[in-house]
């Protein structure tokens, strides 16, 4: 079956600038959630989606929101771009079932760098 | 507040030589704790999921255990192709939703 898919893989924005990222998880799973990855950080916790809703959130800026949508893929938005928001930005995809698991499955990643 | 630690942060290995990772936390909530394998420019590829202490799985040449407050990677006879940063994440279950804390990662390096 298909993994969990991020567009664009590579990107390239300016300073001020806004961006727009995009995951679709694997079929049948409801929840989303995206990380934040840099060299010094590590993998951070951005937020997490199940059924079109927000129900987490990590400590970042208002400048970094998202949304879900009906047919569960999600998109993940950055605004006024920062030099330091320059990151690997990963999205897992999880059945979320307490019966069936927890498994998170990671995509590839969209590589972000803000020049 | 919600921790996670791995240690060491780099581990160099000679092909054969066997060596276990660490991945200690602090949390409320556990819910299970993941192992995950991720290579240069690449995703984590999940490796073991462990829900309770006690619980051991196993894949080819890892294996994973887990404790109240920590848990073990152990690479047994490690090759090159196993090379790479072994990252260990907290799942808890929260009022607020759930949320996944990772640890630094170890990074391995396994010589020929």
């Known amino acids: 079956k298909a993994g969990v898919t991020q567009t664009p893989r590579y990107l390239i924005k300016t300073r001020g600038q806004q961006v727009t990222l995009s995951c679709s998880p694997i079929?049948?799973?409801?929840?989303v959630s995206w990380y934040q990855q840099t060299p010094g950080q590590g993998l951070q916790f951005l937020f997490e989606?199940?059924?079109?809703?927000?129900?987490n959130k990590g400590n970042f800026p208002g400048r970094f929101s998202g949304r879900q949508f009906s047919n569960s893929r999600s998109e993940m938005n950055v605004s006024t771009l920062e030099l330091g928001d320059s990151a690997l930005y990963l999205c897992?995809?999880?059945?979320?079932?307490?019966?069936?698991?927890?498994?998170?499955?990671f995509g590839s990643g969209t590589r972000l760098t803000v020049v | 507040e919600d921790q996670v630690t791995q240690s060491p942060e780099a581990l160099r290995l000679q092909e054969g030589e066997s060596s276990s990772l660490n991945c200690s936390y602090t949390?409320?909530?556990?819910?299970?704790l993941f192992w995950y394998r991720q290579d240069p420019g690449k995703g984590p590829e999940f490796l073991f999921t462990?829900?309770?202490a006690g619980e051991e799985k196993e894949k080819e040449r890892l294996k994973a255990t887990l404790t109240k407050k920590e848990s073990f990677l152990h690479i047994t006879a490690p090759k090159p192709e196993d090379s790479a940063t072994y990252l260990c994440?907290?799942?808890?279950?929260?009022?607020?939703?759930?949320?996944?804390?990772f640890g630094g990662g170890t990074r391995v390096l396994v010589k020929p």
């Open positions: 989606y199940f059924s079109e809703t927000q129900r």
């Open positions: 079929s049948g799973h409801r929840s």
């Open positions: 462990l829900y309770s």
């Open positions: 949390v409320s909530g556990l819910r299970g």
């Open positions: 897992a995809s999880s059945l979320n079932n307490r019966d069936r698991g927890y498994g998170y499955t």
């Open positions: 994440a907290v799942l808890m279950i929260k009022a607020a939703g759930n949320k996944l804390t």
